[in-house]
């Protein structure tokens, strides 16, 4: 293999660390230099030989809150911008897990494995909201729910969709 394609292998890798393995990977790292200067100078290069804008994200790590920072080092990282997120917590009875989890296992068959327990949960709430909507007459909530929906779908069943609703008119 080359030295850009272990990079590239590398990279994945780290992605996949938790804080602590990544944490610990650092300081093995660390202990390689003579001193904490040469280990600062060897980051500072990059291991593709790109300059370190040390100042820029120093900076950005003083005045930006903790999250977003993370959300700013991610997408410097992968290329792709993140939405911010929560844990939810609630209590659900043991007699109401089969439902939930069967609803979140439907939900994710019909958009598709790749997507998250949390997108799942947002569909089915768009799709209860958008039944609401459609018993109460609130034509603009139904809309932002049906709206939600087809952009959630994946691009195949998403045009099919809209080709049948264009027939239909």
């Known amino acids: 293999m080359n030295n850009d394609a272990n990079s ?93 989890v069967h609803a979140l296992e439907t939900a994710g068959l019909l958009l598709g494995s790749d997507k998250s327990r949390g997108y799942c949960l947002e569909m089915i709430c768009a799709d209860f909201l958008a039944g609401v909507s459609l018993e109460a007459g609130n034509r603009d909530a139904l809309l932002a729910s049906l709206t939600r929906l087809v952009i959630g779908l994946p691009k195949p069943e998403r045009k099919q969709l809209l080709e049948e609703v264009l027939v239909t008119f």
């Not at 660390?17 to 650092?26: E, S, V």
């Not at 994200?57 to 997120?85: D, N």
Request: aromatic fraction near 10%.
């Open 8 to 100: 590239k292998r590398l990279d994945n890798i780290e992605r996949q660390l938790t804080q602590k393995q990544w944490a610990i990977r650092q300081a093995d790292e660390m202990r390689r230099y003579a001193s904490q200067e040469d280990f600062l100078k060897a980051i500072g290069k990059g291991r593709d030989g790109q300059r370190f804008d040390c100042a820029t994200w120093l900076h950005k790590a003083r005045e930006l809150p903790k999250e977003e920072f993370k959300r700013e080092v991610s997408k410097h990282l992968t290329g792709k911008e993140t939405e911010p997120w929560e844990i939810l917590y609630f209590k659900a009875y043991k007699s109401q897990l089969p439902v939930i």
